[in-house]
Nanobody, 125 residues
Framework: QVQLVESGGGSVQAGGSLRLSCAVT????????LAWFRQAPGKERMGVAA????????YYADSVKGRFTISQDNGRNTVWLQMNGLKPEDTAMYYC??????????????????WGQGTQVTVSS
């Protein structure tokens, strides 16, 4: 059984940085993508970034391109989200997810069958 445990959230001022980590245990080999989603109060869950196992290709939401970087270790035991230039609108609960998702569908949360419990990120102006 796959388990995902996020850490690294916190409160920062605008312009600051945070690095989120997601520890992955269990049989991850049936999942070809690891991703980060976020959900702000009153809003739908949104795909932030994804990394595929084949070739390590990465994908980002337009709102975070150039500021966030997703990466994983060789064994796919940990996936990170480096967040720089944080803005108040980045405030949300951030979730790690794993799934078998075809290219192009990575932003669709319904395709992911494993989720962490989330870590809160708060950015003040």
């Amino acid at each position: 059984q796959v388990q995902l445990v996020e850490s690294g959230g916190g409160s920062v001022q605008a312009g600051g940085s945070l690095r989120l980590s997601c520890a992955v245990t269990g049989d991850i080999y049936s999942s070809n993508v690891l991703a980060w989603f976020r959900q702000a109060p009153g809003k739908e869950r949104m795909g932030v970034a994804a990394i595929y196992s084949g070739g390590g290709h990465t994908y980002y939401a337009d709102s975070v391109k150039g500021r966030f970087t997703i990466s994983q270790d060789n064994g796919r035991n940990t996936v990170w989200l480096q967040m720089n230039g944080l803005k108040p609108e980045d405030t949300a609960m951030y979730y790690c997810a794993a799934g078998s998702v075809v290219l192009g569908n990575w932003v669709e949360s319904d395709y992911y069958n494993h989720w962490g419990q989330g870590t809160q990120v708060t950015v003040s102006s």
